[in-house]
């Protein structure tokens, strides 16, 4: 059964300047009143008192607005016309939410979200009782903090202990978690990921008059990463996109960055842990389609993902993004990655899994990298020139273009032959053991790629430009949250992350 979001479980309840942000104002107005057909206020009901508790919040701002636009005093500088713009903006952004909080007040007030809340209570594993209606502050999409009335649903407490833990079932219909409405959670979650830093990200918000602890920034984001995860885990797909019939890229990679491990033993003078930072690699992966000049298809986004835990947690990735796209029914697929065995001993495990056709397969080793270990074979041999080894670098290239891997392999026979060079002996390993996946000029004869720049320009864009950094550190648990919002964000696709993250009734932890 679906399962609420621990998040919601506590211990207890609880620019513009005047004359432009008018229509807006009408329009919010409007949409207010449009929705405010309740029916006759029940007398066991206290949302409808918090209802009109907001209503006369409303009828305040108003009155400050219109007694704003009346004044006559003008604007004859610009330090009085910021200040004029300022107060317009915290007033209207104030009733903004105001008109948010009456509709979301609303909702929790009729019959069919109450219905909506005792199904999904009764469907949780645990069993939830009713504890009545509780006043609860929120976090609009202006950042102003306003106050309705929801009914919390709690656990039995514990043995010697009055209070237990529950959820406000109501609100998470609504998509409000952690106290915080979706626009604003999805906005905090889109300027932590594109900022530098959670600071700057906080900053950019207070600017905005959003002023938000940096706890809550950083609870917000990592819970709108959190519950995408969980939800497309869960089989929650909202997507009808398809690969049948194209021909599709799927490159893979890793980078590098580092986690911050407390260490065991007694804390500093200061109280704190002393710990470790450590590399570790994070792997990623890009799915893309290709037209028929074998260039990336700009009409569609691509697909961006990465873990740290490991090559096995990638592959599962990789199968469950390419069973959601149909890849069985795709036209071709080219598997394209550096020399790294962790990736190639995978690869067969894959193709068998979707059923392809050796035909519709392509495995390939980027030629560029392949050109950097031919570059290594030639400073190897101490006994040639600078310009020996450029012209058989040079010659050796040519022939992997025209499809001569025969003559390349003999090159490297003959060029590594009767040596105890361990660099010449890794070398040759390395081209007999990636022989088959050399094919260049086929590819190039059939309009595909044979270069792996798009996960190499992830890896620089998703890791090098926000996780890694002199001085930066990452709890390992937040890296991989990180990861994927980067991930959502570089390839394009955040309404999708959206949509997954406010998805209600997903299967999260209480």
Known sequence: MKRLDSGYFRRGGHGETLDSCREDLDHLWWFWTAGNHLEETPVDNPGHEQLEAIRAQIQDVQARLEALGQRTGGVLDVAGLEAIEQEARGSSGQLSDLLVAAQVQVALCSAELRAEEEALVQGYPKKLRSAGWREVELRCSHGHPVKVKARYFSRRPARGRKRAKGCYPGLVLLGIYDHSTPVLAAEVSLMVTAMGSLAEAQQALASQGRKLDLKTVRTLSRRVAQRA??????????????????????????????????????????????????????????????DQEGRADRRECPWLDGTLRGPEALLALIRYYLSRLGVGQADTLVVLADGARWIWKRVAELIAHFGLRAEQVYEVVDFYHVVEHLGTVAKARSDWTEGSRQAWVKTQRRRL?????????????????????????????????????LNYAKLKANHLPIGSGAVESAIRRVVNLRLKGAGMFWGEETAQEMLMLRSYYKAGRWDLLKKLAFFPTSPLAA
């Open 229 to 290: 995860r969980q939800a497309y885990e869960a089989g929650h797909w909202p997507v009808g996109e398809t690969l049948a019939g194209r021909r599709v890229v799927l490159s893979l990679d890793g980078g590098r960055l580092r986690i911050r491990t407390n260490k065991r033993g007694r804390k500093t003078a200061k109280r704190r842990h002393r710990y470790s930072t450590d590399w570790r690699e994070p792997k990623l992966m890009v799915i893309y389609v290709v």
């Open 401 to 437: 273009l025209q499809g001569h891997l025969d003559q390349v392999l003999d090159a490297l026979t003959a060029v590594c032959r009767r040596r105890r060079s361990p660099v010449l002996q890794r070398e040759y390993r390395y081209f007999h053991h990636n022989r088959h996946r």
